[in-house]
């Protein structure tokens, strides 16, 4: 299971964490991606790593202003979101998949578990 905490509702410019605590595996053994939904609109990868090489790729809208950090102690990804923008409202998801093939791609069907979804409002 994957559980999400954090998120809320943040300045234009300011800054929120999200947290992914994975229960029932151990972290290191997962590939964790970061994704986001607005109404009316598919789901978008904002964050993925490739199973087979460790490569990382964020999404345009977000690159240079989140980034994702982990805490094998505690089971526990994170995502820093700096800089926030209006653009950046949407409930946010962290997904794992424990396949040893996935690319960066951030394509949803590679993805078995998914967190429960945190909102997140910038807004002044």
């Known amino acids: 299971q994957l559980a999400q905490s954090g998120g809320g509702l943040a300045q234009p410019g300011g800054s929120l964490r999200l947290s992914c605590t994975v229960s029932?595996?151990?972290?290191?053994?997962?590939?964790i991606g970061w994704f986001r939904q607005v109404p009316g609109k598919g789901r978008e990868g904002i964050q993925c790593?490739?199973?087979?090489?460790?490569?990382?790729v964020y999404a345009d809208s977000v690159k240079g202003r989140f980034t994702v950090s982990k805490d094998n102690a505690r089971n526990t990804m994170y995502l820093q979101m700096n800089q926030l923008k209006p653009d950046d409202t949407a409930l946010y998801y962290c997904?794992?998949?424990?396949?040893?093939?996935?690319?960066?791609?951030?394509?949803?069907?590679?993805?078995?578990?998914w967190g429960q979804g945190t909102q997140v409002i910038v807004s002044s």
């Open positions: 029932g595996f151990s972290l290191p053994y997962l590939n």
């Open positions: 790593t490739s199973s087979l090489d460790g490569n990382t």
């Open positions: 997904a794992a998949t424990a396949k040893p093939n996935v690319d960066e791609t951030c394509w949803t069907y590679e993805y078995e578990y």
